[in-house]
């Protein structure tokens, strides 16, 4: 499924506005660690018993998120994954996941799988910053951005059409990105 344009730049600038409040200008992400910063707790399949996960929520092959009430009223974000995966997969999966809970999802769709799909690509590795790097092949992508070959794969295919369709200037979010990445 593709977005409207003026979506991904939308997701675009979500990601970037996360990176800026957590500070992120480094890859690869410590997916882990964001979501320490964001308050949301990472929870392995391991930990909870498989009927224990089909109670809290759509326990996939891959991840869940989550949203739990406490009894004060608080509410406290939870992303559940599958610790057996490569620990590539799970960096996806958080970052999808993350890019539900960013995102404002509230139902499962086709468009909110493709929008937190989009986010978790972008924000593992940005065209801008694979452009500013120069990386030329996804196993070199994959190395320095410390993500799947799969992963590498998309995001490249992402680049090349960034590099086709994109504006032939970056826009002020991009520069922004860069800028805070420091690989201007």
């Known amino acids: 499924m593709y977005l409207e344009?003026?979506?991904?730049?939308?997701?675009?600038?979500?990601?970037?506005?996360?990176?800026?409040?957590?500070?992120?200008?480094?890859?690869?992400?410590?997916?882990?660690?964001?979501?320490?910063?964001?308050?949301?707790?990472?929870?392995?399949?391991?930990?909870?018993?498989?009927?224990?996960l089909n109670q809290i929520g759509d326990a996939s092959k891959d991840g869940f998120s989550a949203l739990f009430q406490y009894s004060d009223g608080s509410l406290k974000w939870k992303i559940y994954y599958n610790d057996s995966m490569p620990k590539e997969r799970i960096k996806f999966t958080i970052m999808h996941e993350m890019g539900h809970i960013r995102l404002d999802h509230t139902e499962h769709s086709e468009l909110a799988e493709a929008e937190a799909n989009y986010f978790a690509k972008y924000s593992l590795a940005p065209p801008p910053l694979i452009h500013q790097l120069h990386i030329e092949d996804y196993v070199d992508l994959a190395y320095k951005f410390g993500i799947s070959l799969t992963c590498a794969y998309y995001a490249m295919q992402s680049y090349a059409k960034w590099l086709k369709y994109g504006p032939s200037e970056y826009q002020t979010h991009e520069l922004v990105l860069i800028e805070l990445f420091n690989v201007a």
């Open 5 to 52: 344009s003026a979506r991904y730049d939308e997701i675009e600038k979500e990601v970037i506005a996360l990176y800026k409040i957590v500070r992120i200008d480094r890859f690869p992400i410590d997916c882990f660690d964001l979501c320490k910063q964001l308050g949301i707790e990472v929870v392995p399949y391991s930990s909870k018993s498989k009927k224990a």
